[in-house]
């Protein structure tokens, strides 16, 4: 990123235009639609963070007033925190435009520790001093946390031209925003490795919130004392809501930053992709008398937190994601989905409602960003890197010979290879439209096919020599793709043996036409727990797609692969 010119009317500037994009992006959701009956006068944020409910009409008019110079004071230690009507008073605040959308998600971000954690103190630092300038905690205890967290996390270098950026964006907030507080936790709390006993709720909870915000603020967790873990204190330290937006639009710009817009209620995954479609992230968050958010990657009682620093943490991996790559895998759900429709058809029968829209397992994961962003992944994409290189980022970014921290394993958190390497359904489609659709992976979003890596390149290679031996391969339906894949990938590779991998292919081809077509013999479907035993679905995860080849043709499409394994002796294995 160039440098900046840090001045007040730069960074004034730079949060309207953040503001602004910010309410363009709401409006332009469906949800956001919908929410007009609440109030079509109401800003875009305020309606989607109401999600369809009814805000109330009055509030208590002599405590307004508290409220409103406690902020401005930025004193949260008055006494008007502690009211359990502050937040319907916020609330109204918020929407009549007396309070930011950052001070009132703040509140309830903060409000939420409260909750979650009745017994400990929450500290609150101020981040500049009168004059405008960074306080001694901010120097000698934040900035070195942040420094830390975002060396490790962007291609940023957080350089003293950056602080100063950071210092004129904070400065621009209201004082109530220019603030930190810090949580102390237990090791207890936060170094969950296994799962939560079931015979410790209360350990179960707090485990699985801080396992969460562990991941999200790893760096700015500080560790004071010596010796054995289990014996010193730990101290989160998390930033207001205008501190966290000050620091993405510092580290990647008003364009590329990807900010976290809070909603009331669970949010489904159609929310989520709507918001992802709209560069944003929707978060939840809950209010003082709701239940927490449940369900939230199959933790049994997530806590408030959880939920809040969970999509928090999805839109800092999208902000690390440059757009043009978070476009190619918008571009990847949606071919995908057109060459699952079968699929998704043959699901919806019988049932009233269902959203069109196909979610898989490998969809999701695109969706929501389920990828191992870290700088040493950012650092293939810099602006003045090739196309080759950034395309080996891509790969690594897909989970292409990732090493995990606990083990020295290839690891691959987006599913795009299966574990034990084959090609999956997902990636079959993808390789197959990279190899027709070249220079459209080239021109939009800067991926040379050619230049893939490691097990994506062997197995885009796979392909692309299947499609040399069955000239009809990259023209058929997907099913039929899929079927010779699997068939071929079952008994073996092949090497210099193109008639035989032709008459193989042909003998596929008539036995599906004499029976009326592909979908007669065999359709997409998700892996589910009652298929669970059944190949090839025993090597997916749930919900992951795979093709089922119905069980009436299954024992000829065995004689199919034995008439072919034996007439010149087994093939030669390629990869």
């Not at 009055?58 to 008055?78: S, Y």
């Not at 397992?361 to 890197?385: G, P, R």
Request: proline share 4%.
């Amino acid at each position: 990123m160039a440098k900046v010119r840090a001045t007040k009317e730069y960074t004034t500037r730079k949060w309207e235009k953040f503001e602004g994009k910010l309410e363009d992006k709401v409006a332009h959701t469906e949800n956001s639609v919908k929410g007009e009956q609440i109030d079509p006068s109401a800003r875009p944020s305020f309606r989607y963070f109401m999600a369809g409910e009814i805000p109330p009409n009055k509030k208590e008019e002599c405590k307004e007033p508290l409220l409103l110079a406690a902020l401005q004071q930025g004193d949260w230690a008055a006494n008007i925190f502690e009211d359990e009507e502050v937040e319907q008073i916020a609330l109204l605040c918020f929407k009549e435009g007396k309070i930011t959308r950052q001070q009132f998600i703040t509140l309830l971000e903060r409000q939420q520790q409260q909750l979650d954690f009745p017994d400990r103190a929450i500290k609150t630092y101020r981040l500049l001093d009168d004059n405008g300038h960074y306080t001694e905690y901010a120097n000698q205890k934040f900035l070195p946390l942040l420094g830390k967290a975002l060396s490790e996390r962007v291609e940023t270098i957080f350089d003293e031209d950056r602080k100063e950026y950071l210092r004129f964006l904070i400065a621009t907030l209201p004082s109530s925003e220019q603030i930190v507080y810090r949580l102390q936790v237990e090791f207890k709390d936060f170094f969950r490795r296994k799962p939560p006993s079931a015979a410790s709720e209360e350990g179960a909870i707090r485990g699985n919130l801080l396992d969460a915000m562990l991941r999200v603020n790893e760096a700015l967790l500080e560790r004071e004392g010596k010796g054995r873990k289990e014996e010193n204190e730990f101290f989160l330290t998390s930033m207001s809501a205008g501190v966290e937006d000050a620091v993405g639009i510092a580290c990647y710009g008003v364009k590329r930053y990807v900010v976290p817009i809070h909603r009331i209620k669970p949010i489904n995954t159609r929310e989520i992709e709507e918001g992802v479609r709209n560069d944003f992230r929707p978060t939840s968050i809950v209010r003082r008398n709701d239940p927490p958010i449940e369900n939230i990657h199959a933790d049994p009682k997530p806590q408030r937190t959880a939920a809040t620093k969970h999509d928090r943490y999805h839109a800092g991996v999208m902000s690390r994601i440059p757009p043009q790559y978070r476009q190619a895998f918008l571009y990847i759900v949606d071919f995908v989905r057109e060459r699952l429709i079968s699929m998704s058809e043959r699901e919806k029968i019988g049932k009233v409602n269902t959203v069109s829209t196909l979610m898989t397992h490998e969809i999701w994961l695109f969706i929501d960003s389920e990828f191992s962003a870290k700088e040493s992944t950012m650092n293939f994409f810099k602006k003045q890197a090739s196309h080759a290189t950034k395309t080996a980022g891509f790969c690594r970014l897909l989970g292409d010979s990732v090493i995990s921290d606990d083990e020295d394993i290839f690891h691959n958190h987006s599913d795009f290879i299966n574990r034990d390497s084959d090609i999956t359904v997902f990636s079959m489609l993808v390789m197959v439209d990279m190899i027709n659709n070249p220079e459209n992976w080239s021109k939009k979003f800067n991926i040379e096919p050619a230049h893939l890596t490691d097990k994506i390149k062997e197995h885009y290679d796979f392909i692309r020599q299947l499609a040399v031996y069955d000239e009809n391969f990259l023209q058929d339906v997907p099913e039929l793709q899929a079927l010779k894949l699997r068939l071929l990938q079952e008994i073996g590779s092949f090497k210099d043996k193109g008639q035989e991998l032709s008459n193989f292919f042909k003998e596929i081809e008539t036995y599906c036409a004499e029976q009326g077509g592909v979908d007669e013999v065999c359709q997409f479907a998700r892996a589910t727990r009652k298929r669970a035993m059944e190949a090839p679905f025993n090597r997916l995860i749930l919900n992951q797609v795979g093709l089922e080849i119905l069980p009436q043709h299954q024992a000829e499409f065995d004689n199919i692969k034995r008439r072919a394994t034996s007439e010149r002796s087994a093939w030669c294995v390629l990869i």
